[in-house]
């Protein structure tokens, strides 16, 4: 596996060594060796290291809730461990979830009393702005300070509400926006419904960008229905015009798959949702993600939403036309067709002409495999080749 994230990944993040229950076992001591175990994995690598988190509601120390107070927790227990773990793991951290899964989930302690009543200690954002103040006071001047949470991105009330909440931060803890970030965590599923579309991605990121704010794909795994190729061919496209989004806006700087194969997974591994498999080996959406990275490279333009199917993503065959996205705009686009639909070279269809950066060959593709004029067929991966110049 250390092979796979040399070659595949840049970035790194702690799935549990940098939470509250690892960095503070008892009140005031600071214990990061586990998280800083992780950043300094990254930094031998060559890659750069995110924080998650400082404050969740689950993971706790057993200290906690303990006889904590209202005023204790706000003055007192949630600055100092906040400033304890962001100092302690210095500069080099590209961005931090100051607060992970606050919105709407009913299980908001340590802002609950510790007598199973459900009695709210604190009945305002108090805890947050002292959490966000802490941050923006120890954090460095290039770190991000975000909210995490999951079910958002799509045009619904619990996006809104992280807006919401961060406009308070701006307000009442005094953070600029600049500094502020949206962690969108991705948990979601390969079916109709369960994902947000790529035009809703880009639009929340788009308002972001408005305030001066970034956004983050933080948690990204997509979990599989079934282990039929069409569905692994889903999964791909989802992966792709998630990644799509975020490269292509201006403000989108970090794409964190959550766990890096499906036996390793916190969704166990029949959800099948990370980009390899149980023994290690790329899936579909593996090569998704390195074809439409490779795409932006090359300076070529936004694939369409490919994961909403032909009915929201049209590209007229031969040339260079128009897509109808979502939203009902149309946006000038080379012709392709998404990588998911391909394997290695083989078994396409002579007598018709890709244009170029269009799909031209593959393991099962049905399409053209003949180039235009100027670029030859080149295999990127064995599940997608490519007319290039």
Same mark, same amino acid.
């Given at each position: 596996?250390?092979?796979?994230? =040399? $070659?595949?990944? =840049? ?11 690892? $960095?503070?076992?008892?009140?005031? /001591?600071?214990?990061? #060796? ?7 994995? +990254? ?76 009695? @709210?200690?604190? $009945? ?8 966000? !103040?802490?941050?923006?006071? %120890?954090? &460095? +001047? ?8 999951? @079910? ?19 307000? =009442? ?25 790529? !035009? ?24 599989? @229905?079934?282990?039929?190729? +069409? ?16 490269? %292509?806006? +201006? ?27 149980? =023994?290690? @080996? ?27 199917? #032909? ?13 109808? #996205?979502? #939203?009902?705009?149309? $946006? ?9 639909? &391909? ?5 396409? !269809? ?24 100027? /670029?030859?067929?080149?295999? &990127?991966?064995?599940? %997608? ?5």
């Amino acid at each position: 596996m250390t092979n796979v994230y =040399n $070659t595949f990944f =840049n970035h790194m993040v702690a799935e549990n060594g940098c939470k509250w229950q690892s $960095t503070e076992p008892s009140r005031g /001591t600071s214990s990061l #060796t586990a998280c800083l175990g992780v950043q300094s994995y +990254a930094t031998a690598r060559g890659a750069s290291f995110r924080g998650h988190n400082t404050f969740w509601h689950s993971q706790l120390p057993s200290w906690l809730p303990g006889s904590v107070t209202a005023s204790d927790l706000v003055t007192n227990v949630i600055p100092q461990h906040v400033q304890q773990e962001i100092q302690g793991m210095g500069s080099n951290v590209t961005s931090w979830d100051v607060m992970n899964e606050i919105v709407g989930d009913g299980n908001d302690w340590p802002t609950k009393a510790s007598d199973g009543s459900g009695t @709210n200690l604190v $009945t305002d954002l108090s805890f947050v702005h002292a959490a966000f !103040s802490t941050a923006l006071k %120890y954090a &460095s +001047a290039d770190t991000r300070l975000a909210l995490n949470d999951y @079910n958002t991105g799509g045009n619904d009330a619990k996006t809104a509400c992280m807006f919401a909440v961060l406009a308070d931060i701006n307000a =009442n803890a005094a953070v600029p926006y600049d500094r502020l970030a949206v962690g969108f965590q991705s948990h979601i599923t390969a079916a109709p419904g369960q994902f947000s579309s790529k !035009s809703a991605l880009a639009a929340n990121f788009a308002k972001l960008a408005a305030l001066g704010a970034d956004a983050l794909i933080t948690e990204l795994d997509i979990k599989l @229905n079934s282990a039929s190729s +069409a569905d692994e061919r889903y999964q791909a496209a989802i992966w792709g015009d998630y990644l799509d989004a975020c490269l %292509y806006a +201006a403000n989108c700087f970090e794409f964190i798959n959550w766990d890096a194969r499906d036996d390793l997974s916190w969704i166990g591994a029949a959800g099948a949702g990370t980009l390899f498999d149980t =023994n290690g @080996n790329a899936k579909p959406a593996a090569y998704e993600v390195a074809a439409r990275l490779q795409r932006y490279a090359s300076g070529a333009d936004e694939l369409c939403a490919t994961a909403l199917g #032909t009915a929201q993503c049209t590209v007229p065959a031969g040339g260079a036309g128009t897509t109808t #996205t979502a #939203t009902g705009t149309t $946006t000038t686009v080379k012709t392709t067709t998404t990588a998911t639909t &391909s394997t290695a070279a083989g078994g396409g !269809s002579t007598g018709c002409v890709s244009a170029e950066w269009g799909q031209c060959g593959g393991m099962g593709w049905t399409g053209c495999t003949a180039c235009a004029s100027g /670029t030859t067929c080149q295999v &990127s991966n064995p599940y %997608y080749s490519q007319c290039l110049p």
